[in-house]
């Protein structure tokens, strides 16, 4: 099952104005990713997505790039099943025969930033295409699913004060039994990010899980001075308290609180993640398909996260492909108990693919369709890609 073509589409779609928020990344009118499609010389194809930015709005064109310029001429011709192997080749690059003969890495100078996420979407589309050619979803390949359904979170709230409590609520009102909210420099200070929690906690019944985000917009002492301020929210995790450059940083705050820390999204292979574990930075390990270096390496982090005993919580904000990516890693791996679902506009996770995806009464099933389950309506691509 040699590979033929391997394509990269920059797609960047208007998000509906009613459904448009405002957070420390801007007004969300623009939802961006970029699809990636392998097929093989038989015709058989198997998708995924490449990230820009951890958010849902930034240029693919340097992915696009990358893919079709650097990772395509490496794979074209390849045996499309043999998934880590390609993993290897593009993370190595010329000296993959030394990887794979020694046991180590010798990877390319972009082992890290746009690169890997150049890599996450063709392994993902690869992950895809095998599920598709054997008819069986990729969390059957993974091992197969730790449970048969898993609680959802929907993420969002981006209200004030005063609304917050009802922009959660009516998540709960579709069945959610976990939200999630963002704080940090959006709020201007400290004590609004304080006062907005507060309310939120107290608008929801105490059953229900209270997640919190900063987007790593905290200093260390305001990232402090937040948890001290909500430590009697009974919040669930406190998620990207500071910037991810400051691992250190992230270890000083989770040691001055009982609050749990989680963090990853914005990390780049197991190793980066590993890196965070040996620091005592985190509780919850967060990676993204679309960024961490695709199915494989996030489970290679699913595998970090049962060896330390810490939660995962993969990072689902994005399309459908990077969606359910992150549902099947959820779903295989037995340190996972909770699914990010977005409530914000998100036409990516929608109107892309032919199929629907939904959380009935705030839960997810397993995934049962071949591949990762989803297609591109092509209509859709066409229309919105750059």
């Known amino acids: 099952m040699k590979i033929d073509n391997i394509e990269a589409f920059w797609l960047r779609c208007p998000i509906e104005e009613s459904k448009q928020h405002r957070s420390d990344y801007g007004l969300l009118t623009h939802f961006d990713m970029t699809l990636v ?3 093989t010389e038989d015709g058989q194809q198997g998708f995924g997505e490449a990230k820009a930015a951890v958010g849902s709005s930034g240029s693919c064109a340097s992915i696009v790039s990358c893919i079709e310029n650097e990772i395509k001429p490496q794979l074209v011709g390849t045996d499309a099943r043999n998934i880590t192997q390609a993993w290897e080749r593009m993370y190595n690059g010329s000296r993959d025969h030394y990887a794979l003969s020694r ?4 990877p390319i100078l972009g082992r890290r930033g746009l690169t890997i996420s150049a890599l996450s979407g063709v392994d993902t589309a690869l992950w895809d295409l095998k599920g598709k050619t054997l008819g069986v979803p990729v969390v059957a390949l993974l091992g197969g699913s730790c449970r048969d359904e898993m609680q959802a979170y929907a993420s969002g709230g981006w209200a004030d004060t005063e609304q917050i409590g009802e922009q959660l609520l009516s998540y709960t009102s579709k069945g959610f039994q976990g939200v999630k909210m963002r704080v940090g420099v959006m709020d201007k200070t400290v004590k609004t990010s304080v006062q907005r929690v507060q309310a939120a906690r107290k608008a929801l019944p105490e059953s229900v899980k209270l997640m919190v985000d ?3 917009t905290f200093s260390v002492p305001e990232a402090k001075q937040f948890c001290k301020g909500v430590e009697d929210c009974d919040l669930y995790w406190f998620e990207e308290p500071i910037s991810p450059d400051n691992r250190n940083g992230t270890a000083e705050v989770r040691q001055a609180t009982s609050i749990p820390i989680a963090a990853g999204e914005s990390e780049y292979t197991a ?7 040996a620091l005592k930075a985190l509780d919850v390990l967060q990676p993204d398909c679309a960024i961490v270096g695709g199915i494989t390496e996030a489970m290679r982090t699913a595998q970090l996260a049962h060896t330390y005993q810490l939660e995962l919580a993969p990072h689902c904000w994005g399309s459908a492909f990077s969606f359910m990516a992150g549902v099947s890693v959820a779903f295989a791996s037995p340190s996972a108990n909770v699914i990010e679902f ?3 506009g998100n036409p990516m996770m929608y109107d892309l693919v032919n199929e629907k995806i939904s959380a009935e009464n705030g839960m997810i099933k397993a995934p049962s369709a071949p591949g990762l389950g989803v297609t591109p309506n092509w209509d859709f691509v066409n229309e919105f890609k750059q």
């Not at 190793?271 to 574990?277: H, K, T, W």
């Open 103 to 106: 046991g180590r890495k010798f």
């Open 37 to 39: 499609v392998v097929t």
């Open 214 to 216: 900063a987007h790593g």
């Open 342 to 344: 977005s409530s914000g």
């Open 271 to 277: 190793f980066d993640m590993r890196d965070m574990i």
